[in-house]
């Protein structure tokens, strides 16, 4: 594991130089956050206390922490393997005594660490100190960054499946954009769940992108879970990580076999 280690440490390292990145990254999350807050201040502001279940405080926690979180779990894994696929230096991976999967996650992991500490802690702070919102305290704080942590594995399972399908086209532009759009879509992160129409509602229980957004900002803002559904929740973020990584294992071994490489 030290291998990998020192991938996170070394990544970590290099990024820091581009600085500007962090500053811009914060002010774009400021700004849709403050688009956030006055859409659904107009929204709300028919005197309406709750709707669908949530109030202005709790969509506007919900959403502006969906932004955060989007930031910080974008790590580019998918457009990284297809420029290594076009360049050719995938092959490197293959002939070194390392596990790719493990390799690009350990890499991703230097990046949401350094946004972690850059990007979104500056960002909910100000959250906190502008905004003031209200939000219950107890097992939910402790709970939820536990189904965070899970909820990257979940979404670098789902960036690394759409990557190795760039062993097929090389170009992994469109595959991409169509999963972030429908990650954010129905993982609640755009518009909360509980506004989406029950049809709807019963396709996303089964789907895993509700459990990327949806579980942790939930338990971080719903005064109305028990224990018994924090460890539902922890089961079902635990199911969806093994099965992805399950489906993987087993598209890895396929995918490695047809690749083309060209580059190099």
């Known amino acids: 594991m030290k ?11 290099t990024i820091t130089v581009f600085r500007f990145n962090f500053i811009f990254s914060i002010v774009s999350n400021l700004v849709y956050i403050t688009v956030i807050y006055f859409l659904w201040s107009s929204i709300y502001g028919s005197g309406a206390r709750s709707l669908n279940g949530m109030t202005f405080n709790q969509v506007f926690v919900y959403l502006s922490l969906a932004s955060t979180i989007f930031s910080l779990f974008t790590t580019f894994v998918e457009w990284g393997m297809s420029r290594e696929v076009i360049e050719g230096s995938i092959v490197m991976h293959f002939i070194k005594p390392i596990d790719l999967m493990m390799y690009k996650l350990f890499e991703c992991l230097g990046y949401v660490l350094l ?8 960002t909910v702070l100000v959250i906190l100190l502008v905004f003031k919102p209200d939000m219950p305290i107890g097992l939910n704080i402790l709970i939820f960054p536990v189904s965070l942590i899970l909820s990257y594995f979940i979404m670098f399972n789902i960036d690394f499946l759409v ?4 062993f097929y086209n090389e170009s992994t532009w469109g595959m991409s954009s169509a999963k972030d759009s429908i990650v954010m879509l129905l993982s609640g992160a755009v518009i909360p769940i509980s506004f989406f129409p029950d049809t709807l509602k019963t396709i996303v229980n089964f789907l895993p992108f509700q459990a990327v957004y ?5 338990t971080l803002i719903s005064n109305k879970l028990g224990t018994g559904d ?8 635990l199911f969806w990580i093994l099965l992805l990584f399950a489906i993987n294992r087993l598209f890895y071994r396929k995918a490695v076999k047809v690749i083309t490489v060209n580059g190099g």
């Open 3 to 13: 291998k990998y280690f020192t991938v996170t440490q070394k990544v970590f390292l």
């Open 115 to 122: 946004k972690l500490v850059t990007i979104t802690m500056p």
């Open 163 to 166: 990557g190795l399908l760039c």
């Open 214 to 218: 949806n579980i942790p900002l939930e």
């Open 230 to 237: 924090y460890i539902k929740n922890f089961l079902l973020q």
